[in-house]
């Protein structure tokens, strides 16, 4: 158990990779705090990990909700040492006027732009502006973002949006890592293949407007037909793959890996153009 005596905090991590990456740290020893949106979800989760987690329910897009979940978790579980931004495409709800009307940017509203920005970028900003003294505090620890790997290719159309984004939290890992590393904080992202989450919802919508032959598709189908056409280990990722990595980016075995970002997607990356 290499996290025996750490104390986490993973937002968004009420379900999906969130919920995996929770798991997996509990299973390490350390201490879980879990903050989401859904704030029941999130007690209910914290629950099944044991007395040693919380749940709190927090927009990690709002900076005093954020700040005010990861004082509380920190408070009383004791303190600080890892903070895993994980918050992200799946936070909320889609609004009819953040849909996109077409398969090209063009047809991005400034809405659906801004809120997959806010979604998947200003999150991890915020969560690491809370946690930043508190590592401090603990003389250093770890911050994991969670990026994807439509950050590394071309993402056209309507996923522009997410694929900037997901470019902007690799560029603050490297940025926070170079400026943090005097006070023993390491900062990592990891960049997830194809999960299939929630998040996969909205994915498959922009695909069929993107790609005729998935118009009568289920978000599951087009998924598995993704993984298939794109994954060279021809298997989907698990949360758990991503949760088994932020424990060791976490743990004293990393104490020299930092401002990385971390491909976990079965090789689709190894194909050209191949990140959606």
Request: glycine share 14%; charged share 20%.
């Amino acid at each position: 158990m290499r996290l025996r005596g750490k104390i986490a905090i993973v937002t968004g991590g009420a379900r999906g990779i969130g919920e995996g990456i929770a798991k997996c740290l509990a299973a390490e020893g350390a201490a879980v705090g879990i903050i989401d949106i859904d704030g029941a979800e999130a007690q209910k989760t914290a629950a099944a990990l044991g007395a040693r987690a919380l749940g709190a329910a927090a927009d990690c897009s709002d900076e005093q909700a954020i700040e005010a979940a990861v004082d509380r978790i920190s408070r009383e579980l004791g303190g600080l040492d890892v903070m895993v931004n994980n918050a992200g495409a799946g936070t909320g709800t889609i609004q009819p006027e953040q849909i996109p009307t077409g398969p090209g940017i063009e047809h991005t509203p400034q809405a659906g732009w801004d809120g997959t920005v806010g979604n998947n970028l200003r999150t991890n900003f915020l969560g690491s502006k809370a946690a930043i003294p508190r590592l401090r505090a603990r003389g250093g620890g770890s911050i994991v973002n969670i990026a994807s790997i439509a950050a590394l290719t071309a993402t056209p159309g309507p996923m522009a949006a997410y694929g900037a984004a997901k470019a902007g939290v690799v560029h603050l890992t490297r940025s926070l890592a170079l400026e943090l590393g005097p006070s023993n904080i390491r900062v990592n992202a990891i960049c997830p293949g194809f999960l299939f989450t929630r998040a996969w919802e909205g994915l498959a919508m922009v695909m069929k407007l993107q790609r005729p032959e998935f118009r009568e598709l289920s978000a599951r189908e087009i998924f598995l037909e993704m993984v298939k056409r794109a994954a060279p280990l021809g298997r989907e990722q698990t949360p758990e793959d991503i949760g088994k990595l932020v424990c060791f980016l976490a743990s004293d075995d990393a104490q020299n890996i930092t401002g990385q970002e971390i491909k976990v997607d079965g090789g689709i990356t190894l194909r050209t153009g191949a990140g959606v």
